[in-house]
């Protein structure tokens, strides 16, 4: 009789498999397999090692051989047309009210200003719907720099077909002016202009009573007040149509005013549709019925009327806006913008921006091809990096990567204008949905709760600023000391700074109000802008921080849509606002004011003593001619900032673009608030 003791199978060979496999992943198959088996045998009572060949079926797990990788295009599907995806919709398409990233992008394609940027250089000019930038050579500038003459450009229409005129241009600031709502860019203007510096040209009737109400300002102004109001604004900036030039007279020196010019508030408008559209008409005699119209009220919110090299084919809020290239754009072939720039009717036909929020589907879409370029939050770069085919700068330099075949062209180390904070209301609005019960209840906040320091400093101490730049901001950025950037005048590298530390954090809370909140606690919520997962992971930073320290300290994270979200912020409804600061012009001014009595301070509910305060301090260094006297003036607003704690104010990143390599002709200009379509192409077969 024979036994058998198997001690050993060596593996001999595995029969290809016959099947066909269409796929990568790991599948089942039934196949025959090949072994050498070596055995003990036991005959006659002694044991000898036989080996035989066995050929066995039996179920294994292989992986399929890949298909061949499709060849990935070069080019484009349609070179006419041009697909964003992104997330954050427009708030308005009016210029004089613009004042968001997803606002100014269609505004600076669809309008015009006098002047515009000089290519990717932000602090130098090109004339545009001005036939040259002012100077005090040319005569463009008075000498004692209060007087700017500007000849406009001849055989420039609307899209409409109506002819530009210097009165257009006139009428375009002056309607700003007065419009004057307090959640616009005209601020900037008002402070050079009329000597004004609460944002609001009510100032000059009873120092600004009237900021932002148009009811309680038809019914306190008097007539000879609104109308006093309205010549100030119609002699500050004077259109003669004979002459064809625009003056502006400055109630004061003013060294940024050829930056502020060239932003999208100062576009053009025609008079003739803005009356037609239901908007003012330039009589002095009814301004005020326009007056602070918010974006839900104003007329011009929806509609577009330009000179640019787009106009507006549709948008529909909460999908898409479409511009389609001006057939009959002013600027003749060959009169290049800028040396080496566009000119002519627009290249790309077709500019599709489409908003989607979920990461993933953008994603795919730059992965596809499907779209030439989508918005990548800097926690997100690491998953879009491995298809990055070539790395570009700033100065047009590009390097080939790892992966030269890869489909994705990313522009890097971009100069950071930009950052985003966390903004405390001081004093939330009574129709807040965001702070619980509104009572020290244990089931919300007071409405003035960040009214108390201590609350203040707890905030900014109980914020994990390392694990945000390493986790959000993948290491990628640089801590600030104030509102000013690193890199500008004014920004002092030996200020002081708030740290993490959660004793010190519980410290503050215990001192905070009356030292109620350990036994009582709070919960309110913190808001970002769907989609921006920077500006999620700050508000869970601190949901976990506050919950650390004590369990009753309740904070929720909420995401809402950016119109919803910026009209909650200007409304002062968000105890804690997660949001970002885009430089209007490269100034320290244009921090220091919108982060203590302007933009900020305003939403913030900051109380009228500090708004005062710093607007005392930040109008006097703005027009200080001393570099050196401007600088410690700067350092010395930046002490009593973080003295205050009017906010928190986080990091500098770095920016990053990334784009399909068949798109040609997109440039950096740090002042630029998105993408200049001008002048773009698309690759084709």
């Avoid at 100014?104 to 990717?120: D, S």
């Avoid at 019914?219 to 002459?243: H, I, Q, Y």
């Avoid at 901001?473 to 950037?485: F, K, T």
Wanted: aromatic content about 10%.
């Amino acid at each position: 009789m024979l036994t058998k003791n198997r001690i050993g199978l060596l593996l001999a060979l595995l029969l290809v498999v016959a099947l066909g496999l269409v796929a990568c992943q790991p599948q089942t198959q039934v196949v025959e397999v090949t072994r050498v088996v070596t055995e003990t045998v036991t005959e006659e009572g002694a044991q000898v090692e036989v080996t035989r060949v066995v050929t066995e079926t039996e179920e294994v797990v292989v992986t399929a051989t890949p298909a061949p990788a499709e060849e990935v295009s070069m080019a484009a599907p349609d070179p006419t047309t041009y697909v964003g995806l992104t997330f954050g919709d427009i708030g308005t398409l009016d210029p004089a009210l613009g004042y968001d990233t997803a606002s100014n992008t269609p505004i600076q394609n669809i309008y015009e200003t006098l002047i515009w940027y000089n290519g990717p250089d932000p602090t130098t000019y090109i004339p545009m719907l001005a036939t040259e930038v002012p100077t005090v050579d040319n005569g463009g500038i008075s000498a004692d720099g209060k007087t700017y003459v500007f000849h406009i450009r001849e055989g420039v229409t609307f899209h409409d077909g109506a002819e530009l005129t210097p009165s257009d241009v006139a009428f375009s600031f002056q309607r700003g002016l007065l419009q004057s709502d307090p959640n616009d860019p005209q601020w900037l203007l008002l402070e050079p202009l009329l000597g004004y510096t609460s944002g609001d040209v009510t100032e000059g009737i009873q120092e600004g009573a009237f900021a932002g109400d148009p009811e309680a300002l038809k019914a306190g102004a008097t007539p000879e007040e609104l109308a006093a109001t309205c010549e100030l604004v119609k002699a500050a900036v004077v259109a003669d149509d004979a002459a064809g030039t625009v003056t502006f007279n400055l109630a004061q020196p003013w060294g940024p005013l050829l930056a502020t010019l060239a932003g999208t508030w100062g576009s053009v408008l025609d008079q003739d549709w803005t009356a037609a559209q239901g908007d003012w008409d330039g009589d002095c005699a009814t301004w005020q019925n326009f007056y602070a119209p918010g974006t839900e009220n104003d007329k011009l919110t929806a509609v577009t009327n330009g000179t640019g090299p787009y106009m507006l084919d549709h948008w529909t809020p909460g999908e898409e806006h479409v511009l389609v290239a001006n057939p009959n754009y002013w600027r003749a072939e060959g009169d290049a913008a800028w040396e080496g720039g566009p000119s002519g009717v627009a290249p790309l036909q077709t500019v599709i921006i489409r908003l989607v929020d979920e990461f993933g589907t953008r994603f795919a879409a730059l992965q596809a091809g499907d779209a030439a370029t989508v918005a990548v939050n800097i926690d997100q770069r690491a998953q879009v990096d491995p298809l990055v085919g070539e790395v570009c700068l700033a100065d047009f330099s590009c390097t080939p990567t790892e992966n030269p075949e890869g489909t994705i062209r990313k522009w890097d180390d971009l100069e950071a204008t930009s950052r985003t904070d966390a903004f405390l209301t001081w004093n939330v609005s009574d129709e807040s949905p965001y702070v619980g019960s509104g009572q020290l209840d244990g089931n919300g906040i007071p409405l003035d709760f960040f009214s108390d320091i201590e609350a203040r400093k707890a905030m900014a101490t109980c914020f994990d600023y390392d694990t945000y730049i390493q986790e959000a901001l993948i290491g990628e950025g640089i801590r600030n000391n104030g509102p000013i950037i690193q890199g500008m005048l004014g920004y002092n590298p030996d200020g002081p700074m708030y740290e993490y530390n959660p004793e010190e954090c519980a410290a503050h809370f215990e001192a905070a109000w009356g030292g109620a909140l350990p036994e009582t606690g709070f919960r309110f919520q913190i808001a970002f802008n769907t989609g921006n997962t920077v500006r999620q992971t700050i508000g869970e930073i601190w949901q976990a921080e506050l919950a650390g320290i004590n369990p009753l300290y309740r904070v929720e994270t909420i995401g809402l849509p950016w119109p919803t979200f910026l009209n909650a912020f200007r409304a002062s409804q968000l105890p804690v606002s997660v949001s970002g600061w885009v430089e209007d012009i490269h100034d320290p001014h244009n921090w220091i004011q919108p982060y203590t009595y302007g933009t900020f301070g305003g939403r913030q509910g900051l109380p009228t003593e500090i708004r005062d305060k710093y607007q005392a301090l930040a109008s006097a260094a703005v027009v200080e001619s001393d570099p050196a006297v401007r600088e410690q003036m700067y350092f010395d607003i930046q002490q009593e900032f973080y003295n205050d704690v009017i906010s928190v104010i986080l990091a500098q990143a770095t920016g990053a673009r990334y784009e399909q390599r068949w798109v040609n002709g997109w440039y950096y200009n740090a002042a630029l608030p998105g993408t200049y379509y001008y002048g773009m192409t698309l690759a084709g077969e």
